[in-house]
């Protein structure tokens, strides 16, 4: 048995894509969501796979990197570009290092990020 859990957050940002030949090449924005996964296989003593307000600590830390920000200008897209694909993975090693450090027994299964409504990138383990 798996128990899983997810918190959902949204941050702003804008960014452009390097070599992308298009509309997208130039600098705009978006109002990204993030949905964060994790996973158990027992509960924990208190019945959780993790408290949400943790899990919510934890994505908030990660939302400061993130939040109101040229991705472009932040190392973790020095040599990558800032696709919703490469933010997944972003978010879902940061998170991994962050809730492995609070609780070993949890584990981050999937992160998904929206730049729109209809466009999501999803990152599993």
Known sequence: MKFEVYREVQFSSAHR?????GKCENLHGHNWRVRL?????????????????????????IMEILDHKDLNSLKE???????????????????????????SAVKVSKVCVWESDKSCAIVEA
């Open 17 to 21: 894509l390097r070599n992308y030949h």
């Open 37 to 61: 996964f994790v996973t158990r296989a027992e509960l924990d003593a208190t019945g959780f796979v993790m408290d949400f307000k943790v899990l919510n600590a934890v994505l908030n830390e």
């Open 77 to 103: 897209f020095e040599t990558v570009n800032p696709t919703a694909e490469n933010i997944a993975t972003l978010i879902f090693k940061l998170a991994e290092e962050k809730i492995s450090a609070i609780d």
